[in-house]
Structure formats: structure tokens, C-alpha cells
């Protein structure tokens, strides 16, 4: 069965620092994955995604993530942070198990915590 | 114009009641999803539809029954609510099923059963 982990619950940066929000993945064949952020009180927004080709994927608002094929990972990251970026984040994969429904498969969520 | 709309934002309502959200999309998508996010913020499907046609019903309580008049609508009916229902439930939707689309989603329903 497809999954996703995000093994850190809380993460904080100082305003200004690297940001680096940590995604691991199972699936059976090759993965189709994804970041979202949610704001306070708000929807999901989708901020990228690796579907094939260059490993390092830009997305929105200066946000990149690396696919790392041997270690089954997708960290999400971001050069300097901004205490706007404080927000929950989402990693997800998409579903090729049985079925094939296609339906997103959520990681726990991380919390990012920008301190000015 | 909001891609993935849902009505209302929020819905506080007594055990026992009966309840509707409702989802549109304007963006010519295919397929539609439920979601539900519970209080630890975790977010697991519930329901999808491919054209009118349910394809994703997980383990989800017959208490619970979606509705897609058309494509760019699917509705969520919620029969004797009940506390454990309370959540936030968002609507979604994707070009396409299977594939390398990201989907869109509404702003989503606070339901607080009391």
C-alpha cells in the first residue's frame, strides 16, 4: 500500500535560516508526489510536485523540493524562511494501488514555526 | 471567480440533525473528492466521483452519502449527525483521476456537532 511520512510534528526556523520539511514515501511503482501548505482557518493550496525528470522541483511563494529516489524522500525546502511561511504542511503521493483511484494519500502534517 | 467553492464555512448543528455541505468547481475538472480533518489535523479521503460516478467510497459510515448532480458539483448529506463527526470536511477536485494533476481545494466546512 502506497503511504507517506512526515517524522517531524513541529518544526522551527529562525526568520532569514534554511527551512527543511521532511517527507518519506512507499509505493509500488514510480511516484507521482506533492506538497500543500494550509493556513490557519483555510484550504489547502498546492505548492509543487515531481511527477518525473529533474529531481530538484521549484514551486510557489520560493519553495523547492528534492526527490531522492534511493532514499524514498521528498523534503520540501526553502533558502531563507519568512514568518509568513508558519504554516502546516502537507506532503502527499498519489494512489496506483488497487483500483487505481488516484486519490491523494496525506502524510501527518508538519508545522512550521517561523520566529522572527 | 473561486476555483472549488463550499457552502457554508461553517456549521455548528445538534447531534441527531441532518445536514448538507455542498461543493462546485469551475474548473472543468473530471473527478471530485471528500475529505475529512480531523483534530489532529490528519486528512484522509472519503469519497470520490469520476464523472457523476462514485469511484472512492472508503470506510465511511452509511450516515454519510454524496451526491453529484453533474461534474462540477458533489454535494455531502450527513443523516443523524453525531459528535464524532465534528471536523473540517473539504471538497477537491482534479483534472483528472489517475495521472500527474494536483488537485484544488475549497477553503473548506468547520462542522462542530453539540
Known amino acids: 500500500a502506497q503511504s507517506v511520512a512526515q517524522p517531524e510534528d513541529q518544526v522551527n526556523v529562525a526568520e532569514g535560516n534554511p527551512l527543511t520539511v521532511k517527507c518519506t514515501y512507499s509505493?509500488?511503482?514510480?511516484?507521482?508526489l506533492f506538497w500543500y501548505v494550509q493556513y490557519p482557518n483555510r484550504g489547502l493550496q498546492f505548492l509543487l510536485k515531481?511527477?518525473?525528470?529533474?529531481?530538484l522541483v521549484k514551486g510557489s511563494y520560493g519553495f523547492e523540493a528534492e526527490f531522492n529516489k534511493s532514499q524514498t524522500s521528498f523534503h520540501l525546502k526553502k533558502p531563507s524562511a519568512l514568518v509568513s511561511d508558519s504554516a502546516l504542511y502537507f506532503c502527499?503521493?498519489?494512489?496506483?494501488?488497487?483500483?487505481?483511484?488516484?486519490?491523494?494519500?496525506f502524510g501527518q502534517g508538519t508545522t512550521l514555526q517561523v520566529k522572527p | 471567480d473561486t476555483a472549488v467553492s463550499q457552502t457554508p464555512k461553517y456549521l455548528v448543528t445538534q447531534m441527531g440533525n441532518d445536514k448538507s455541505i455542498k461543493c462546485e468547481q469551475n474548473?472543468?475538472?473530471?473527478?471530485m473528492y471528500w475529505y475529512k480533518q480531523d483534530s489532529k489535523k490528519f486528512l484522509k479521503i472519503m469519497f470520490s466521483?469520476?464523472?457523476?460516478?462514485?469511484?472512492i467510497n472508503e470506510t465511511v459510515p452509511n450516515r454519510f452519502s454524496p451526491k453529484s448532480p453533474d461534474k462540477a458539483h458533489l454535494n455531502l448529506h450527513i443523516n443523524s449527525l453525531e459528535l464524532g463527526d465534528s471536523a473540517v470536511y473539504f471538497c477537491?477536485?482534479?483534472?483528472?483521476?489517475?495521472?500527474?494533476?494536483?488537485?484544488?481545494f475549497g477553503q473548506g466546512t468547520r462542522l462542530t456537532v453539540v
Open positions: 477537491a477536485s482534479s483534472q483528472e483521476r489517475r495521472g500527474s494533476t494536483e488537485a484544488f
Open positions: 515531481y511527477i518525473t525528470g529533474d529531481n
Open positions: 502527499a503521493v498519489r494512489d496506483y494501488g488497487s483500483g487505481n483511484t488516484g486519490k491523494l494519500i
Open positions: 509505493v509500488s511503482g514510480n511516484p507521482y
Open positions: 466521483y469520476n464523472n457523476k460516478e462514485l469511484i
Open positions: 474548473l472543468g475538472h473530471d473527478t
